[in-house]
């Protein structure tokens, strides 16, 4: 639920920075600011085409994952974050021919969208980690039985 309202946050402030490009609110001086800037090319600055690609081979890669882990629900959680990142990115795709990036910290340009991939993905990889730790002791336990 609070991944959805962020979503939505998201779709507003990039509606709000789409319509209002010539604002800027800096916060923490310089170093965090709110700004419009229109992201052309895919991931990390790739061009569209090595983007496609390797966009194409993620998404087949998270669902994959996605129809493998479904039934953990521990793991279930971040990718719903993953897949509502993506979705985020991919509504400005659609309808404005490019990602609409409006946060600024330091170098880096990103939106609530981008945030919540990465943290999914972030997330994933730690129950990954969990899991794995979980089984070893459930495996330990039954040793000493």
């Given at each position: 639920m609070i991944a959805i309202l962020l979503l939505a946050g998201d779709f507003w402030a990039k509606q709000y920075f789409f319509d209002h490009k010539d604002q800027a609110y800096s916060l923490l001086g310089s170093q965090l600011v709110l700004q419009f800037q229109a992201n052309e090319g895919l991931l990390a600055g790739?061009?569209?085409?090595?983007?496609?690609?390797?966009?194409?081979?993620?998404?087949?890669?998270?669902?994959?994952?996605?129809?493998?882990?479904?039934?953990?629900?521990?793991?279930r959680e971040p990718l719903v974050l993953?897949?509502?990142?993506?979705?985020?990115?991919m509504f400005d795709r659609v309808t404005h021919g490019q990602v609409i990036d409006y946060i600024h910290l330091?170098?880096?340009e990103y939106n609530i969208a981008d945030a919540l991939i990465v943290i999914?993905?972030?997330?994933?990889?730690?129950?990954?980690?969990?899991v794995n730790d979980s089984l070893a002791k459930d495996m330990r336990k039954s040793e000493q039985l």
């Open positions: 790739l061009s569209y085409s090595q983007g496609l690609l390797i966009g194409v081979i993620c998404l087949s890669i998270f669902f994959g994952l996605l129809i493998i882990d479904s039934f953990r629900k521990k793991r993953v897949l509502l990142g993506g979705l985020g990115n330091n170098r880096l999914g993905v972030v997330w994933y990889i730690l129950t990954l980690f969990s």
